[in-house]
């Protein structure tokens, strides 16, 4: 089944890049760096982590921008075995894919506001907490979910403010099911405009 999701999202994304602007397309390369707050629903506040990456660009007013990012995730939260409870962090680290689609609303030469949505699909490449046999199971190979989130372009450089939720719940000790939510704040410079 995933595996059909990955190849209709392909699809849309290669559908987008042949309609988007194609007689005048612009084209884009970036690199960003970004901070991240995530929380797995009610355990804790919000702990943080960051982000590095890439990032493409195809299309003028409506764009298709996919990411290559690192992101390491650090998640606070509390292990309950009967009467006792130990606190702990989790630090993660992926290969993070988002596929977003943008839209310029305020479209001048060298300042634009947009609004990008897309799915994401996180690999994970190492979590550090693997001596609780249910917290480990928590964190799957593959985590899905989606991006929504307002940005500016200002000449060469992009701010980011983005929401991300994960389609897939994991399961916790006690047996209930818990979404991670995470905030992406990011700072990006486009190389070639």
Same mark, same amino acid.
């Given at each position: 089944?995933?595996?059909?999701?990955?190849?209709?999202?392909? *699809?849309?994304?290669?559908?987008? %890049?042949?309609?988007?602007?194609?007689?005048?397309?612009? /084209?884009? !390369? &970036?690199? @960003? +760096?970004?901070?991240?707050?995530?929380? *797995?629903?009610?355990?804790?506040? %919000?702990?943080?982590?960051?982000?590095?990456?890439?990032? /493409?660009? !195809? &299309?003028? @007013? +409506?764009?298709?921008?996919?990411?290559?990012?690192?992101?390491?995730?650090?998640?606070?939260?509390?292990?309950?075995?009967?009467?006792?409870?130990?606190?702990?962090?989790?630090?993660?680290?992926?290969?993070?894919?988002?596929?977003?689609?943008?839209?310029?609303?305020?479209?001048?030469?060298?300042?634009?506001?947009?609004?990008?949505?897309?799915?994401?699909?996180?690999?994970?490449?190492?979590?550090?907490?693997?001596?609780?046999?249910?917290?480990?199971?928590?964190?799957?190979?593959?985590?899905?979910?989606?991006?929504?989130?307002?940005?500016?372009?200002?000449?060469?450089?992009?701010?980011?403010?983005?929401?991300?939720?994960?389609?897939?719940?994991?399961?916790?000790?006690?047996?209930?099911?818990?979404?991670?939510?995470?905030?992406?704040?990011?700072?990006?410079?486009?190389?070639?405009?």
């Amino acid at each position: 089944m995933k595996h059909h999701i990955v190849k209709t999202i392909l *699809l849309a994304g290669l559908l987008l %890049f042949a309609v988007t602007d194609r007689a005048s397309a612009q /084209f884009s !390369v &970036g690199i @960003k +760096v970004a901070g991240n707050a995530v929380s *797995l629903d009610d355990f804790y506040d %919000f702990s943080g982590g960051f982000d590095l990456g890439v990032f /493409f660009r !195809v &299309g003028k @007013k +409506v764009y298709f921008q996919p990411e290559a990012n690192y992101s390491f995730r650090s998640t606070d939260f509390r292990h309950i075995v009967g009467e006792f409870q130990e606190n702990y962090r989790m630090r993660q680290h992926f290969l993070d894919l988002p596929m977003l689609l943008g839209c310029h609303f305020v479209n001048m030469k060298n300042f634009k506001m947009n609004f990008l949505i897309g799915p994401r699909v996180a690999i994970l490449i190492n979590n550090d907490l693997r001596e609780v046999a249910s917290v480990s199971d928590m964190a799957s190979q593959m985590q899905w979910g989606g991006q929504v989130g307002l940005g500016f372009d200002i000449w060469r450089f992009t701010l980011d403010g983005r929401y991300d939720i994960a389609a897939d719940k994991t399961s916790t000790n006690s047996g209930k099911a818990r979404i991670q939510n995470m905030f992406v704040v990011s700072l990006g410079f486009k190389f070639i405009k």
